[in-house]
């Protein structure tokens, strides 16, 4: 069984969101938990509300501010998140749905850590009917999102979704403030479209990535990773609820459910798995692919493989 604080050093590997706004980074994810010294201000009531799977803490304006599916709520329509992201009941900023998430406004946004929430760029010295766009360090007009002035792409080139080809500037522009950032694999950030950059490189992705997921595939086959289990353990164990007496945040195992004798084919927390060292009369028990297996029993049992019958 592992222990939980095996896997802080897991968590930390993912960037931490720097105080000016994210950067421009592809498909970054950031840890959005707070640090322990934020944590510690946390009340234990406020801790005892926050003790639901896959609830965490996230800083707000120097305070721990409780995330779960109870504090979570879509966001209003005057406030501006993060895609995918919530906001919270009581606190009006944004929240994301795991601790670990990515953190994308909209390439005409930018997120502000502090009030937890995209705020509109300005700056660029952009017009009145414009919009100023960070990553191509230019200013964007707000017709391209009914009336691009779109050509035709060059052949090998693409442009991300919700982007377009601008047949003067020659390059994909954004269709409007909220258009996403570049989803594609190959984003050339010179030339500011996908592809282009030779064929060498794309075919060796896309065989990589192929491989990758065959493997992945075949490991976990068996009892695959929930999103929640992606966040907070290594591949392929699952994230189990440790019940705890005293109440408290939440807390959890990394669990094996193909072999994990106490939670054999599930979290035994959550009653989908079992703990095969509590079948009656047993003596030797393993558990093999999610299934207890029973070897031997006490006397007066036998052992039929799954169980002890009385003989
Ligand atoms: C073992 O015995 C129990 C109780 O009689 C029965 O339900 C179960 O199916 C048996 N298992 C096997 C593998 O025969």
């Not at 994810?29 to 707070?34: H, K, R, T």
């Not at 005409?108 to 300005?122: D, P």
């Not at 522009?173 to 050339?188: F, I, L, Q, V």
């Not at 029993?297 to 003989?311: D, L, P, R």
Request: glycine share 10%.
């Amino acid at each position: 069984m592992f222990a939980k604080s095996t896997f802080v050093a897991f968590l930390a590997l993912a960037s931490s969101v720097s105080a000016g706004g994210l950067s421009l980074n592809l498909r970054t994810s950031y840890n959005f938990g707070c640090s322990s010294s934020i944590k510690a201000k946390a009340t234990t009531p406020q801790r005892d509300s926050c003790s639901s799977s896959g609830s965490f803490f996230t800083e707000y304006q120097g305070n721990p501010l409780c995330v779960s599916s109870s504090t979570r709520t879509p966001p209003p329509s005057d406030l501006t998140c993060p895609f995918n992201w919530g906001s919270h009941k009581t606190a009006k900023c944004c929240v994301p749905e795991t601790e670990v998430s990515p953190c994308d406004c909209g390439e005409g946004y930018t997120f502000n850590s502090n009030e937890k929430k995209c705020v509109a760029n300005h700056g660029g010295g952009c017009g009145q009917d414009q919009w100023y766009h960070d990553r191509s360090s230019s200013c964007c007009d707000n017709s391209w999102h009914w009336s691009p002035p779109t050509g035709p792409c060059p052949k090998g080139i693409t442009c991300p979704t919700d982007w377009f080809w601008h047949k003067d500037h020659q390059k994909c522009k954004p269709h409007h403030p909220r258009s996403p950032e570049p989803d594609c694999d190959d984003w050339d950030q010179k030339n500011q479209c996908c592809g282009g950059g030779g064929s060498g490189p794309s075919q060796g992705v896309s065989g990589g990535s192929w491989k990758r997921n065959f493997k992945a595939r075949e490991q976990i086959a068996l009892f695959p990773q929930s999103n929640l289990d992606k966040m907070y353990c290594p591949s392929p164990l699952h994230a189990c609820t440790v019940p705890t007496t005293t109440g408290g945040e939440w807390s959890y195992e990394c669990i094996d459910f193909e072999t994990e004798l106490e939670s054999c084919g599930g979290c035994a927390s959550t009653g989908e798995g079992v703990d095969c060292t509590k079948i009656p009369n047993v003596l030797g028990v393993g558990c093999e692919s999610g299934v207890c297996a029973v070897y031997t029993c006490e006397a007066g049992f036998a052992a039929n493989g799954t169980e002890c019958v009385a003989i």
